[in-house]
């Protein structure tokens, strides 16, 4: 396991007086449920966007927004997540991760080396060796002090 995820597997760890596990809605994830961090800002579900041949997400820190808030990605391609703030961003402090435990081996990074990026490859298959399903795939950006909840729509 690379360093990255073993991280935000510690992470998961940190919160766990935070977390919850919410009813799936069974379409993707069956019966694991959804991992829910009171305090995660739910975005209301906006239609996906963006060139799904080069995904980009742009997270603001200082107004708490991402956009797209459901971008649009095809397998094996990688999604650039780019951080902005006024204030001096940290190597480390931003973390994305899955909603979904079983998604860790491809929705779980840090802006670690790239302290203004995290660059999250979209996986063509699962570590069963089975393909990784088209859908929306919910996960979650965490701060110190903030959360924030977009989706990721993958496609073949």
């Given amino acids: ?5 073993l991280f935000v597997m510690a992470l998961s760890w940190v919160l766990a007086g935070c977390v919850s596990h919410a009813p799936s809605n069974g379409a993707m994830f069956g019966e694991t449920g959804t991992v829910s961090v009171m ?4 975005i209301p579900t906006a239609p996906c966007s963006g ?4 995904p ?3 997270l ?3 107004t708490w927004t991402v956009e797209p808030e459901c971008v649009k990605a ?3 391609k990688v999604i650039t997540v780019t951080i902005k703030s006024s204030n001096p961003i940290e190597k480390g402090t931003v973390v994305v991760f899955p909603k979904s435990p079983e998604n860790y081996y491809w929705l779980a990074k840090t ?3 790239n302290k203004n990026m995290i660059k999250i490859k979209v996986k063509q298959k699962k570590p069963s060796g089975g393909a990784l399903p088209e859908g929306i795939y919910n996960y979650g950006i965490w701060t110190a002090d903030k959360c924030i909840d977009p989706r990721v729509d993958v496609k073949n």
Avoid: A
Wanted: aromatic fraction near 0%; charged fraction near 40%; charge should be negative.
């Fill in 1 to 5: 396991m690379n360093k990255n995820i």
């Fill in 39 to 42: 305090g995660c800002t739910s």
């Fill in 51 to 54: 060139d799904e041949h080069n």
């Fill in 56 to 58: 980009k997400v742009e």
């Fill in 60 to 62: 603001d820190l200082d």
């Fill in 74 to 76: 095809k397998k094996g």
């Fill in 111 to 113: 802006n670690e080396p």
